[in-house]
Structures are given as C-alpha cells and as structure tokens.
C-alpha cells in the first residue's frame, strides 16, 4: 500500500503482480481539524493580537526543511505587516535563533512544542502555512501536515521540486502557491502576494477544504480501505 503515485512508482517494480499494490492516501479528522473563526481562536502563545499577517510553520525544525528562503524572506519582509512564527522542536532550532538574533528578525517569533489539541486551533488563527523542503531530501517524505492545513480551509506557499510527492499532490489542487525553483524570491513574492489578497488566501483555503472534504476525509478513506478488502 502506498499514499501516492511517486511512491507507488517507487515500489512498484519490486512486485512480480502489479495488483498487488495500491494507492490510498492519508486521512484526516474532519472533525478536529475544520475551518474556526479567527477572532474565536486567538492561542494563548501569541498573546495579545497584534493585527499582522501571520505566516505559520507548525513542525518539526530540522534538516527536511529548507530555512534559507525562510531567512530571506524574512529580511526582504521585515518592514511589512508580517510575521512569521516557527512552532515545535528541532535540531536546527537553535540555528534558526541565532539567525534571528543575528539579523535582528523582529518579525521572525518561534516558540516550543504545543499540545496537540492546540494545533488546530494555531492552525486557523494563521493567514498563511508554508512549507519548504530541502532539495536534497524531498523525494523523501511526505509532510501530513498537509492535509491537516488544507482542512482548515488556509493557504499554502509551498517550496518543493516538481514530480515530488508533495508538488504532485498539490499541483492540480488549486490551494497552494507552488514554487519549484528560484526559491529566495519566489517564496517572497508569494508571500507578500497572498499577505495582499485576502479574497485570494480564501479562495485558496476553501479549494483545499473542498478537496479534503471530498476525497481526504476519514469517512471517504475507509471506504476505500473496505472496498480493497472486500475485493480480496
């Protein structure tokens, strides 16, 4: 069993009958992660709102993300109505907070691991998610994270190479702005571009709520789940 066609690709010539192997994609929890009002999910962690676009990174902190366009843009941005706040732990943490020191990045705010109840709150109160995947490992994995964004009916702006898992997911989905070389200033451009539109930000985040709602939730997985068993 695969998530996608990149992996089902992969794997496939390893098997002698073809039939064997199938593509069924990750769910989610429609029921937790949904679309919520802004201003009734304000987290604590951010304390007093201060009415700038914020421009969300929620996961691990490591070697799979690309941080230099992050860093870019940051400086590029600094004197604009953004803010960018990096959530959770990582080993390159503390890389990324001497960066911010060093470059005096006011508009850069990164905070610890948060509960998970929390997540699809701090989810919604975002304007923006991004994700940014080092190129030498984004034939590698496939962040869920994903799914749990588009849920919440929000944007992305999404830094990875094409025939990727995660661009070939997304590109057909009409919900993120995919960026797949140049990567400094394009993800610039796009996120000063969407932090602009906010008629632009909705109609991306209802297109991947749609999507999630229709093909991604839990119910529609584990049907297909039942149907493959029931084939057997």
């Given amino acids: ?75 590029e941005l600094s004197i604009e109505n953004i803010e960018f706040c990096l959530i959770r732990e990582g080993v390159q943490k503390s890389y990324l907070e001497k960066e911010v020191r060093d470059n005096n990045l006011t508009n850069v705010r990164i905070f610890p691991y948060q509960r998970r109840e929390l997540i699809p709150i701090i989810n919604n109160y975002a304007d923006i998610h991004f994700i940014a995947i080092n190129q030498q490992m984004e034939q590698e994995g496939f962040p869920s994270k994903v799914y749990t964004i588009m849920a919440c009916a929000k944007p992305l702006v ?28 394009n993800f610039t451009n796009s996120i000063r571009k969407l932090s602009n539109d906010e008629k632009l930000r909705k109609d991306l985040g209802m297109n991947g709520y749609n999507e999630i709602i229709n093909n991604y939730s839990k119910e529609v997985i584990v049907s297909k789940y039942a149907n493959l068993l029931n084939s057997l």
Wanted: aromatic share 12%; glycine share 4%.
């Fill in 1 to 75: 069993m695969t998530i996608d066609n990149v992996f089902y690709s992969t794997i496939l010539p390893r098997f002698n009958d073809s039939r064997k192997l199938h593509i069924i994609p990750n769910f989610v929890d429609t029921n937790l992660y949904k679309p919520l009002q802004k201003e009734q999910s304000l987290p604590e962690i951010f304390g007093e709102d201060n009415k700038k676009i914020k421009i969300l990174y929620a996961g691990n902190i490591g070697f799979f993300q690309d941080w230099e366009p992050v860093l870019y843009a940051a400086k």
């Fill in 158 to 185: 999404v830094i990875s190479g094409e025939n990727t898992p995660l661009y070939n997911f997304l590109k057909d989905k009409n919900c993120a702005e995919l960026i797949t070389n140049n990567r400094n200033i």
